[in-house]
């Protein structure tokens, strides 16, 4: 029985899990001999950078995570794990970029139920907070930067901010700049133009549900990670929750198989599948002399950091017609907000790129005066900072130039995580794609 092991199980290492499960089962019902799946994860929640929370007595998310209707590989994946439940664990709705009533500078983008591209015109022609004139000038850029040049290396070497340098002061500040935030998690004036493109073009020129919101409606290790392990699990995988791995290095007996070293013994597996962040993966590998490329590439990389302030209200906020709205970045970008089981509403301030200063008593004093300069909310009945200090790699020109060039896969050893698809940002969507990936490889190379 061939063995493979899946090292973090974040979103990327819980799809390889159950792609490789669901092959699985299917070679089994053809006659083949089943492979032998275990999934390691250091910690007792699954999710990695988007899991469930607990503490205090409450369950919330270590940070905000938002789902295009793009996203078709992590939506597919959440489909089947939920079937007929679907409408209860995720609200997808049209686009709507609607800022906080309190900021000055108020702008409005809300898409309709129209066919494509339909309800992008009527959405843009009905906005709210741009002139004539700027309007006119965003869909000249979009139709020329949008529907021009396919070639992935036009915009390579480009910032955001030098794309969209022509276009009018108020769609830079109000929608290019935040949308590029949101997206990438990475300032305008140092993030790839060349991502940042390929995400308008996948939320843009596809059918109308394809730039929809989608907000989950339960916490991100629900909403995937762990129905995916209970599913392995049913197929005959195995699931070591709290079970860290020190180290992977070659079997000394010169097997070509790989050697996972744990706290208590050694094990070897014929795959692994490495499915963790990039600052981890130096940590993993052995010096061995076919890995030291990656790890190279690696070790010098940056990253963003991501602050989410939770906060409970009696009253003060309508989530149900707006879950999702702009803020004016001081100290947050977005306002998510839901209403909890028991009437309470949860409202969850995004800071993008955080690099402000202060203690988390300060900032989450600033967050909330942010949330009273729009809504009269009372005071919070509970509050909570959680910060990811390395929440994505920094998407510049020169890092996910960097990621192109490292191979997702040495011998038995595959890598899976949102960095290895260079072409979009580091999103659910890019980890569950590198997760499949990495696991067919392996299918491909045990069932042909």
Known sequence: MKRVAIIGAGWAGCAAALTLAQANANASERGKKPTSI???????????????????????????????????????????LHGAQLHEVIDQRPLALVAAPGKPERISVQAKRLPAPLHLLHAMLTARGLTISDKLSINLWCARTLYGSRDSTAHANQTVAELIKTQPARAKAWLWEPLCVAALNTPAERASASVFVEVLRRSFLGTAEASD????RVD?????????????????????????????????????????VLRERDEVFDDVIVAVGPQHIERLLDDCPHWITAKAALSGFSYEPISTLHYEFSAGLDPESSPMLMLDGEPGQWLFSHRLSNGQVRASVVISAHYREGNADELLADGFAQLKRNFAVPKPLWQQLITEKRATYACTPIQTAKLRDIPKSIGGVHFAGDWCVPELPATLEAAVISGENAARQIIESLHG
């Not at 899991?51 to 996203?71: C, E, I, T």
């Not at 007996?253 to 790989?258: I, V």
Request: net charge positive; proline share 6%.
């Open 38 to 80: 275990t999934v390691f994860e250091a910690a007792r929640t699954p999710g990695g950078r988007a899991r469930r929370v607990d503490k205090d007595g409450r369950s919330f998310d270590n940070g905000q995570h938002l789902l295009l209707g793009a996203y078709t590989r992590s939506l597919e994946m959440i489909r089947s």
């Open 220 to 260: 991100l290790s629900a909403l995937l990670p762990q129905p995916a392990l209970e599913a392995l699990a049913r197929l005959g995988g195995e699931v070591r929750l709290g079970e860290a791995v020190n180290k992977i290095a070659p079997d000394s007996n010169g097997s070509g198989k790989t050697r996972i």
């Open 213 to 216: 919101l989608v907000i989950p």
